[in-house]
């Protein structure tokens, strides 16, 4: 039996699941911080110093990304996994042994797995948008070899939604993790974005020289996150060797930040966010409406019951936005926070092989039985 997580006391302004600093949520902060913003330049971020945990290689160097390559065999249907760009880095997604969702695809049997690798934003990229981010992911799934199952985590599910929208034949299935999509269902973060002042956003980025500087927000967050609450996000004790080891490799990815474009985070605050045009149908990717109804690929959602940035009913309602026919979307909760659907243990034992097997499986089986 899977026991539920229990939710860590918050201070005042403190954000949900504080380790994982949405691009939108820095404005909470930024009218404190204006002044000292206005004595500084912005912050070019370096490599990050952290090993992955899963041996791959670079299959290509883009302007938004590495594109990550742990394939164990030449043959298979090839698995994407889409990483949040959202002020931490890809490791989210391969983090430890038994934390890491490229291993539990691996062990999973799917052994053809990529993953987005997206680059900390320096002044060159300033301009970058969702479309320079969709047409690189273009080019990786070419590279690839379409159609691809793409494995959208958290700010990755919506740009991995948009991409099935706008090329639904080089999707064949959508995983979709704690990804918000309609922002019209009522969360702690819908309402900040909502609510901040448009200015807000333009004087962040503004003052970050063009870009919206992760190291700034870390440092104005209003706490770092405390090892009660790193445990209940890896969903295990801390106490022994390897769980002092987990920790201080999880302070390390935390305060290793990106940087974004701020042309990109502030379609993310207004189009997305604010006018909630994915969900509404006004979203234009790449010169052409994108409409969710195009989606017909199977698709499984998987949301937290403890998630307070994306909650359950946010995450499990995109299976009414897309064409998908019902028979073809599995959808789970798990009593997990929001980093604990990526990082954590429990979810890792229950949640990731399921989904491992439904990329696996042959659903014409399902398709008989709706027919």
Not at 223 to 243: T, Y
Not at 311 to 317: D, E, I, K, M, S
Not at 323 to 344: D, R
Request: proline share 6%; hydrophobic share 45%; glycine share 8%.
């Amino acid at each position: 039996m899977v026991e539920k997580t229990g939710k860590q006391p918050r201070g005042p302004g403190h954000a949900p699941d504080d380790p994982l600093l949405w691009p939108f949520t820095a404005a909470r902060l930024a009218m404190d911080a204006c002044f000292w913003w206005l004595e500084r330049g912005a912050v070019e971020q370096g490599e990050s110093s952290l090993p992955w945990t899963t041996p791959s290689t670079v299959a290509l160097e883009l302007a938004t990304m590495r594109l990550r390559d742990f394939t164990q065999t030449r043959s298979g249907q090839p698995a994407l996994v889409c990483a949040p760009y959202a002020l931490h880095r890809a490791l989210i997604a391969d983090f430890a042994p038994g934390h890491s969702v490229v291993q539990s695809l691996q062990n999973g049997g799917i052994g053809r797995v990529y993953l987005t690798d997206w680059r900390s934003a320096t002044p060159e990229m300033r301009y970058l948008s969702i479309d320079s981010y969709l047409t690189d992911l273009n080019v990786a799934i070419d590279e690839i070899g379409a159609p691809v199952d793409l494995v959208g985590l958290c700010q990755g599910g919506w740009l991995s939604l948009l991409y099935a929208a706008r090329f639904p034949a080089k999707v064949r299935r959508l995983v979709l993790v704690g990804a918000p999509v309609d922002l019209s269902i009522d969360s702690a973060l819908s309402r900040l974005a909502r609510n901040a002042p448009e200015l807000v956003y333009d004087q962040l980025v503004a003052r970050g020289g063009g870009n919206v500087s992760g190291e700034e927000m870390l440092r104005f967050w209003s706490k770092s996150p405390d090892s009660d609450g790193i445990e209940v996000a890896l969903q295990r004790g801390l106490s022994d060797e390897e769980g002092a080891g987990l920790l201080a490799r999880f302070d390390r990815w935390n305060t290793e930040t990106l940087d974004l474009p701020g042309t990109y985070y502030l379609q993310i605050v207004n189009w997305i966010f604010r006018e909630n045009r994915i969900a509404g149908g006004q979203f234009v990717a790449l010169g052409r409406p994108v409409d969710l109804k195009d989606v017909k690929a199977p698709v499984f959602l998987l949301s937290g019951l403890d998630d307070d940035v994306v909650p359950a009913v946010q995450a499990l309602a995109t299976a009414g936005l897309v064409g998908t026919p019902p028979a073809f979307i599995a959808a789970a909760s798990e009593p997990s926070n929001h980093l604990g659907l990526f990082m954590g243990a429990r979810t890792h034992v229950h949640a990731w092989p399921r989904i491992a097997e439904w990329l696996r499986n042959d659903l014409s089986g399902v398709l008989a039985r709706s027919a």
